[in-house]
């Protein structure tokens, strides 16, 4: 397995785990992720908010930049943002030659060229389907017994293009969660969305979609997403929203290839989890715990 | 610079909305069949928050009501999550068509979404001057635009959780390598060509 890699800026800045532990999870599976030579922001929903053309435009650059790379075909990219950005110019481009010589008159003052030879892939579709749950299964060294896990896919991912998942009913997260162990928490807010960047300039109304999350993971262990900026929502308000719903909302938040990653055996420091702003202790402690116990029942079976 | 990247923070929004060109033609395009049944607003997340709801708002606009349009909030709250887009029975492209209405609020610099506005354009600015977002310039660039001394007060309890694990650092806004500069002006220039 071999994948051109996108973190997009996020990644470098307030998701410094999400890209630790994406990288220390895929080679752990002797994947190779080759970054993009010299890559720049995909626009993430700002670009759209101000202008159609330069929101087609900062993509591209990065996909013709990715052209350049040669050899891979595929681009692995973990933000749920910047995949969907990019996805929809290789989407659009498709389909409309034209558009792709205006971009490509754009791209010329860079000396940039697109030809739409790219795909663009989603962490979790490459997790769910090139990776797959036997092989995830295989390696699993702490298994997560007893614990039972909210999947949490937000929007971009799924919608508008269903590439890799039902956009309504969204399910590629579970085998590949249930292959550690742990159980599924069923609920109807996998797909939902957390507000977006309305957590800065709306906050009141994206603290409600985030309360009415929370709400519906309790009885889970913890949430898992794919995506810096879902996490981040998640993360960062449960004690505001605990005390705006009167009731302890707290829960620990994992990006999901920190939680694959700890079910193969990597270190927390690999994976950064010093890095999460929710409470992980709690859950951590739970899974140790019950592996111990299940190791002890081993030992005594054996005796 | 441009008016895409430029804060204009010298330039103050108009107080009535009031846009002048007809952008609307392109959008009422987009959703000429609509049959009112409102599914969109049926799907939204944030329809409780609206003045308009998604479906009320596509009926003014194919009326061509500006006015109306321009003064109600429910575009600029649209958190772009596509779930309208995927239902419509008419498979119109709605989600884009709240986009070109957050355009036309943002070429225009109206100043009902004075906030969302000037958050994205300090988005954009920090990307045109160093090819990358760097979320601590943004935020500064955003409260600077805002001109509010208490919104950074809002933002400190996470702001200083995010410095004490090191995601942030304190940044000067600079004027960068200028990175994506370039792709910047070609794409106004292409535009302003397409308006006329
Ligand atoms: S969506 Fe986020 S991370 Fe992706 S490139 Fe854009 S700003 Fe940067
Ligand atoms: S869930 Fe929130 S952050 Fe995630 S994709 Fe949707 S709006 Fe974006
Ligand atoms: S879902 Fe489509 S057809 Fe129905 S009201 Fe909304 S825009 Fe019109
Ligand atoms: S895309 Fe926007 S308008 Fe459509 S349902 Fe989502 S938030 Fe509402």
Redesign the pocket.
Known sequence: MKYLYYPGCSLEGTALEYNSSTRAFMQELGAELMEIEDWTCCGA?AAEATSHLLSLALPACVLAKAEKMGGVEEILVPC??CY?NLKKVEEKIRKDPELLDKINIILAEEKLHLNGQVRVRHFLDVVANDVGPEKIFARVKKPFINLSIAP??????LRPYSVFDDPEEPRSMELIIKATGAKIHHWNMGG??????HMTTKPEVALELVAAILKAARGADAIV?V????Q??LEAYQKKISGMCKEELGMPILYLPQFLGLALGLSEQDLRLDLNLSILKAFLGKWMLNLTSVNRNKNEIKN | MNRLGKLESEQEPETAPAPVIDSLASIRDMVSTCIQCGTCTGSCPNAFAMDLTPRQLWYNVLRGEKETIFHSKTFSLC???YYCTLRCPRGLPLTEAMSALKQIAAKENLAPYKKSIRFYKSFMESVCRHGRVREMELMTLYFISMKSPFLPLQFAPLGMKLMGKGKISFEIPSKGNGALKAIFRKVEELEKKEEK
């Open positions: 929903s749920s943002a969907l949490y896919y937000g929007c971009q991912c939902r969305c957390c507000g977006a960047a997403t995506c810096p900026m879902c981040m929502n | 958190s772009v999550c």
